[in-house]
């Protein structure tokens, strides 16, 4: 019942108004309450002034011991990933949201829950601030481990990943924007004319981040200071995975898509489109709108035309050599989003998608190689780390 209740996004009037004429009729093993049945936190949350915005820290072990997470004391340990994202709350307002969420990694189908949240008119003033009571937290639970479920059992705790978008991860690391001629977080190179290499360049690591190796990549008041989340002891490079659904749906996806519409085929390709859609299974969270909303679409839209529609839409729509260029990308990333994966079929992906950002300069001339077209270069390594895309995609998060 709670799951529907949350699924239907109930008032809690209406929920209420159910349990009690559930209770009329007979059902007495439930609630009167709608938050009872929901399990609300009901503990008071102190609201601290942070910049000029407003800042809300829960905690991590405030989440965990609850009932809710009972489930855990059966667990050897707790592992977290973590996201950071800064979200704009309406488009007529400044107003904005700058979450952090927990995830537990052992228990996927568990929805995210809400760590700390800060709200203004920008984003937070600075990360340390931002992210000193999570540090704290983090320190303080790794050295004695965490309380979990409502008995409050001790566990082994560890935080495996951040997962953020680009804008995001420059923020709470303390480096250079995307936008940037050192923005790269896996190697140390440099954009010439705001174009990245085509290949890797010397590896980033967790230690040459520490010894500012590419001084230039770090901000400027960073250059000669950690942040709290490198005083934390966190791997500034090792534990930021780049985010595919940023990254490849939104970025290199969509780059592509406007470079392979134009006025000749676009009707053609609306009507494939339009086509296909009667076919798209329920588990498909989205039925692709046409392209003539292609500003518009979500990263939902953007992922099954790179991995099942776009080789049927595109076939015969393009020329031939950018149809095979676009199918690089395609089989790059299905390889990548096996879930049983071996290095074979890693290796095979990096060498496919390697090859595609090569060619990408060659077909497409005038246009630059930006931070995501760059940043395919380094997805495969990622998915080395941390198993298949979707283990640490910010798609978990939506
Ligand atoms: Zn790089």
Redesign the pocket.
Known sequence: MKRWAVEQNSPLSKIASLLHTMRKIGYDGLPLCAKTLLGTNRDKVELDVLGEGTFMYIGIENNLCRRDFDFLQSSNNVTLDVGIDGLQLTRSSKTCLWPILGALVDHPKVGPFLIACFQGNSKPPNPDDFLMSFCNEVTNLRENGIKVGSNEVIKQFRVRSFTCDSPARAFVTGVMSHSAKNA??????TSEKHS??VS??IA?TDESFKNRQDISHHRLEYKNKETVLESANFGMVSQFPLDPMHLVDLGVMKKLLNLLISKSNLSVMNKKLQFLSKFVPSEFSRVARDFNELSNWKSTEFRPFLLYTGIFVLKGCSSEDRYYHFLLLHTGIRLLCIERSNNIGINIADQILQEFVKLFSTLYINERINFNL??I??IADCVRQFGPLDNFSAKSWV
């Not at 790269?184 to 190179?189: E, G, H, M, Q, S």
């Open positions: 790269c977080p896996k190697c140390i190179c990245f290499p890797v360049g980033q760059h940043g270069l380094h």
